[in-house]
């Protein structure tokens, strides 16, 4: 997988999902859920510093509280690259890796600050910031692929032979 | 093997299982609701198989935003309408009730089997002793095609209860507790299992509050075993019910837990009872015991969402909906009713809100600063008389 470069964006622990993606846009559709990313976050406008293919960095249990897939599909569609975070909770991170959107353990939310460039090699397991490396547990392979595939679904087409 | 090892093991076909092996489990019951069910079914259409792997044991189920709201929202019922038509799957779109009461009623796994649904609080089914593990469209179109689902057998925490509760305490009490004891994120990918006497003392649908709200703390599996100890669990929780007092969960997270007494005389101007948490008829029961012959706080909005129709006919026999109606509140058609901040009662940035649901996220209910206190039925019902937060039977 290539290398990730992005602006960083810092938030905090416990980043459920209904501030992912509040409840009122749940029926929206599917193509304009990243119009409602992130509108329900506490604390922070994020719309104010997302630049196309930011990272996410967070603390512990991102993702936490919905089953919605349509939180991760909305940071997606936005165009956010990745999101790091000490901890996910457990149906978040499935959703995500199953639909393509990069999400990795990785306890660096402390040393960072929004604003920061990182480069991160899902892989190795590196975050190069300001010109240190951090090195972390690298991405599972088998996860590593789904997200090669763009996600659970065009992975079972292929490996099934389906065109 | 503990028994959830023991189920996994059995609904994968193996002798043995243990902590952390990947098995392929038998599934034995499939659900969605409108949030997650029209994605899972663009997904189930896009993987390109030709059918459901059991059209009796698949069901969507109409319950987050019945009637629909929005033109958006009625075209993912129709979306539904035209799997169910399709693939002859079970489909409620009638407002029967919300998925994990209906589940219970209409489609009940037995004690180890696997029940599989798009939506966070599939572990209620634990109270009925069934494994539920909540997973997301992808998941949920996937499982729909091979009725079977991939997981990671956790790891098990037990919680071994003993004593008899007090009679102002409840399932939803003991679930609060255990969220200041353990916190938002220690369960995940782990199980929880209650064990020992004390269970005896929680009726089923007690049992299902408890379970529905694992997930709040993480748990990938929530559910009630039996008397005896579990063996091979990662670790043994103690806890004497006779301890316990009414807790509450104060904003923005249902593990930020006190005892009610501790903000008791918080001014409150909405109550909501109801939800896959405590929409039940024990849960109604308590409201309409507390209610009747009184009349609840002139500043209260007062909002009663029975889980299910069968639930609410019941209540109709029972003579409780002229007696919480007779009390100035407001009984709601069954289903998810205000619980996730989609329609019928949405707060503004003055409302502090007690509610029985399972979340008071920043936002849940509409303003991202309205207070939500999450609390049991009981401490509900004595709020909304009192118009600030009540220990019940103090009142």
């Known amino acids: 997988m290539e290398i990730i470069k992005g602006k960083v964006i810092v938030l905090g622990d416990d980043v459920d999902t209904d501030q992912i993606l509040p409840g009122y846009a749940m029926a929206e559709p599917y193509d304009q859920l990243g119009n409602f990313a992130m509108a329900g976050l506490a604390g922070l406008d994020f719309k104010s510093v997302y630049e196309p293919g930011s990272i996410i960095v967070a603390g512990r249990n991102f993702g936490c509280g919905s089953s919605r897939e349509q939180a991760p599909i909305a940071l997606h569609q936005l165009g956010v690259s990745l999101v790091m975070a000490k901890g996910f909770a457990r149906i978040f991170r499935r959703n995500a890796i199953n639909i393509g959107l990069p999400v990795w353990a990785a306890d660096i939310a402390d040393r960072l600050k929004t604003g920061d460039l990182a480069e991160v090699d899902l892989e190795k397991g590196t975050v190069a910031v300001n010109g240190t490396v951090y090195e972390f547990t690298p991405m599972a392979p088998t996860v590593l692929k789904t997200l090669e595939y763009g996600g659970l679904i065009p992975r079972v087409r292929a490996e099934l032979g389906i065109e | ?395």
């Open chain 2, 1 to 395: 093997m503990n028994c959830v090892e023991r189920y996994l093991a059995k609904a994968a076909g193996v002798a043995e299982t243990t902590a952390g092996q990947d098995l392929s489990c038998k599934v034995s019951y499939v659900a969605a609701h409108d949030v997650t069910a029209p994605i899972a079914i663009d997904m189930f259409r896009r993987i390109g198989v030709k059918k459901v792997f059991d059209p009796d044991r698949v069901a969507l189920i109409v319950d987050h935003i019945y009637p629909a709201n929005s033109e958006k929202a009625r075209n993912n019922v129709w979306a539904m309408k035209d799997f169910a038509d399709e693939f002859g799957v079970h489909l409620y779109h009638r407002g029967e009730g919300v998925i994990h009461q209906l589940m219970y009623e209409k489609h009940r796994a037995q004690p180890g089997e696997l029940v599989v649904i798009a939506d966070s609080h599939t572990g209620t089914c634990g109270g009925y002793g069934a494994v539920g593990v909540g997973v997301g469209s992808t998941e949920l179109a996937a499982a729909m095609a091979t009725g079977r689902l991939d997981l990671e057998v956790p790891q098990v925490i037990q919680i071994y209860l003993t004593g008899k509760r007090r009679s102002n305490v409840f399932g939803k009490d003991l679930i609060l507790y255990l969220g200041s004891l353990f916190g938002t994120d220690y369960l995940v990918d782990r199980a929880m299992v209650f064990t020992g006497p004390g269970i005896e003392d929680l009726s089923v649908a007690e049992r299902m509050t408890v379970c529905n709200m694992g997930i709040e703390l993480g748990a990938m599996i929530t559910l009630f075993g039996t008397v005896e100890k579990e063996p091979d669990t990662l670790e043994v929780k103690e806890i004497d019910l006779g301890s316990l007092e009414p807790q509450i969960a104060r904003p923005f997270s249902p593990a930020n837990v006190v005892p009610v007494r501790e903000v008791a005389g918080t001014p409150v101007t909405q109550v909501v009872v109801g939800s896959c948490t405590n929409g039940r008829l024990n849960d109604m029961e308590q409201v309409a015991k507390a209610f009747e012959g009184k009349h609840v706080h002139p500043d209260v909005n007062t909002l009663v969402v029975p889980a299910s129709k069968e639930i609410l006919d019941e209540m109709e026999r029972r003579g409780w909906c002229r007696i919480i109606r007779d009390a100035g509140a407001t009984v709601l058609n069954p289903g998810c009713g205000s619980c996730f901040g989609a329609h019928e009662g949405l707060t503004s940035e003055r409302d502090t809100v007690v509610s029985t649901t399972n979340r008071n996220f920043p936002g849940r209910m509409g303003s991202m600063k309205a207070k939500i206190y999450l609390a049991s039925p009981a401490t509900a019902a004595a709020t909304a008389l009192a118009g600030k937060i009540t220990v019940p039977g103090e009142e």
